[in-house]
């Protein structure tokens, strides 16, 4: 066993739940069935988790300086599982208990945070996976539809990992409403911080959608009012066919999105060609936000080229530039040394010349 693996089952040893209790009088592991909250055998469960011994070498000293840096873990990951496994001990704490349920009748979240989108590090989960286990357990609900059925509160990628793997998922299962699925859902991506703004945002307009109110949105996104306005407000403005061509765009942030949006709302329709053109679908996400910004920017018009003025000898007086600002005169100095204080001093004169030739 590896001592990544002790070492988070140390930290959750602590509140992992006892064995139910057999009827009978005997302990809870020779159950035929897996108990649930009330006794009663949960369906799909494929057997129930009992609780262990921490084992010796989790409550050995803690690890030495020198022999964390032989373990090879980078601090960002621990860091991650440390998140998680506290995650887990709080659920633990609040009335969950952990079974292994079969993946096929485990549902989504009734709303998604995510983004669909080709992500790299769903390849190396499932292979963390398949090498250590799944030392995490998702949190699900009973179905509040389907009896017999659970409900995703957050851990959908452990779900699909497990799945694909053709192994039960761990679970913690408690009794939730919508809205503490919401707030537990948006809270566990908080605290991981690895959803893009575009998804956070899009998160935000569904529960509102769904009739969430403020104060339970910014319970679940950790926001408060402004920012979350702020992030609602994007969302509805861009349309939502155009967020998922584009996809969770995880390097693009607020300000970005909001010049997006003003760029759709000046264009109409046009970034339906640009998310069908060639190419489009084989970039990630980051780049095709970028093309489609890039396309829906008007395009400056090119200046004239500078035209030089010059005396009837030939010699060179002024150059003149004509661009978006206006038209730029610049004068010689060395031709004409105090032309330009002459032509500053008459232009009203040579202004009412050039009316009168107007109206002629």
């Not at 779900?159 to 919401?182: H, I, K, M, T, Y």
């Not at 010699?315 to 005169?329: D, H, I, N, P, S």
């Amino acid at each position: 066993m590896s001592k990544r693996r002790d070492a988070l089952r140390a930290m959750m040893a602590p509140i992992v739940m006892p064995p139910a209790e057999d009827k009978t009088g005997g302990a809870g592991e020779g159950a035929s069935a897996t108990s649930g909250p009330a006794g009663v055998a949960q369906p799909g469960v494929a057997q129930a988790t009992p609780a262990s011994a921490t084992p010796a070498s989790a409550r050995s000293a803690p690890a030495k300086s020198g022999s964390l840096k032989a373990m090879g873990l980078s601090l960002q990951g621990l860091t991650q599982e440390v998140d998680e496994a506290r995650a887990l001990r709080a659920q633990l704490a609040a009335g969950g208990q952990v079974i292994d349920l079969d993946p096929g009748v485990v549902d989504p979240s009734f709303i998604r945070d995510r983004i669909a989108d080709e992500r790299g590090d769903d390849d190396e989960l499932q292979a963390s996976i398949a090498e250590h286990g799944q030392l995490v357990p998702i949190l699900v609900r009973p179905h509040p539809a389907e009896a017999g059925r659970y409900q995703v509160a957050y851990g959908h990628r452990r779900l699909e990992a497990v799945r694909r793997l053709g192994r039960p998922v761990r679970a913690v299962v408690r009794s939730l409403s919508d809205e503490e699925l919401a707030v537990a859902q948006g809270k566990e991506n908080i605290e991981r911080r690895d959803l893009s703004f575009i998804e956070r945002a899009l998160f935000a307009a569904r529960l509102e959608d769904r009739g969430f109110s403020r104060t339970a949105l910014m319970a679940a996104l950790g926001q408060h009012k402004g920012n979350l306005s702020t992030m609602i407000a994007v969302a509805r403005s861009v349309p939502e066919p155009l967020i998922l061509a584009i996809g969770p765009a995880p390097k693009v942030g607020r300000p970005r999105w909001e010049e997006l949006a003003g760029k759709v709302r000046d264009s109409a329709d046009a970034w339906r060609s640009v998310i069908a053109s060639d190419g489009f679908v084989g970039l990630d996400s980051d780049a095709r936000f970028l093309r489609l910004l890039k396309a829906l920017t008007p395009k400056a018009p090119k200046s004239a080229p500078a035209r030089v003025v010059t005396d009837d000898r030939g010699r060179r007086l002024a150059q003149v530039e004509e661009g978006r600002a206006g038209l730029r005169l610049t004068l010689d100095p060395q031709a004409a040394p105090d032309f330009g204080a002459y032509l500053v001093e008459n232009l009203p004169e040579i202004y009412a010349a050039f009316l009168r030739r107007q109206d002629v």
